[in-house]
């Protein structure tokens, strides 16, 4: 990586794994193509460049899962690790395991198969970082048990095949659970930590006391934030209700007071969080890199977060 790259997206350590990170990690569930949640679906020449564009520049940190777009959004990152002949050097690559999409099968031997699933599409040997993900699906009593989903992914890393493990999910109660249970070095919340839903605050609180690495995924709230409540009405992937639409015009009407892009501050109130060391945005577009770290990196004055607060419901 050039040494600019590394000054426009200064690297910091992600929590006790040794790994450093970018402050921006690009979230490849919509690159899968997901109609349903995002209204418009991606043709795959304009993922590849745009997951090209990312590998080749400082926002080169991804986020994937088993589960995005059916293997999709792994089948196409897969496709630009095998142009480039590997995952390049600097860049990480993190994947989760899904339960059986069919059978919902949350157990052990499905865990395994969920990574070998990975480990294929993406043509890769080894996960850097991995995640159980979204066991809100499973109980946890199932996903704890003896030989179950949690100690088959704490197996993978014994073998090498998992360097790091991590849970991604939900309701903040059930991953802060998970984390009680030790083992895990990273967390990833979404759409809990955002100028609409602070929910995540004790999870944060949690991970930081035991050094333990957060990332914070959909600061847009799944797009709402950054394309505006009259283009895409939906929070979290589904229609916004009425009285979260007009505190987002509020907060669009505050920032319009500082001259300041509604999705920076949405962009910058994760990235300026010290308990967070990662913001994951969904995006499609190559150009959508540039104007990410220019929403990162646009002046907000302390004034403005002030404001924000003392507005908060
Ligand atoms: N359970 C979990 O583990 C979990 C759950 C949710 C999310 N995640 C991860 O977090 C990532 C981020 O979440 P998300 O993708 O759902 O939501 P998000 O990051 O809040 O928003 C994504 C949307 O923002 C739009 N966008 C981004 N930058 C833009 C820009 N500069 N101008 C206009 N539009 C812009 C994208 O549109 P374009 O397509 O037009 O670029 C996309 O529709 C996911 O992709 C996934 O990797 C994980």
Redesign the pocket.
Known sequence: MADQDRETLPRRPFGQTGIEVPPL???????SSLPQ??N?A?PEERALETIRAAFAGPLNYL???NS?GGGESERRIGKVIRELGGVPAGAILQS?ADRDPTTKDFSGPRMRRSIEESLERLGVERLEIA?L??PEYGTYEELVAPGGAVDTLRDLQREGIIGHLGV???PIDLLIRFLELGGFAAV?T??RF?LLDRSAAPLLDYATARGIAVLN???????M???GPDA?PKYM?KDAPPEMLARVREIAALCDEYGIPL?AAALQFSTRDPRIHST??????PE?LA??ID?YQHPIPDEFWARLDSTEG
Request: proline letters at 6%; aromatic letters at 14%.
């Open positions: 990690c690009l979230g490849c569930a919509p690159l949640a995002f418009y991606v986020d994937t899962s995005y989760k995640f993900h979204d991604a999910g939900g990833l979404h759409n955002t995924a959909a600061p847009y709230g799944g797009g934030l950054v394309k895409f992937y999705p994951v945005v969904g995006l499609t577009r959508r104007q990410t929403l």
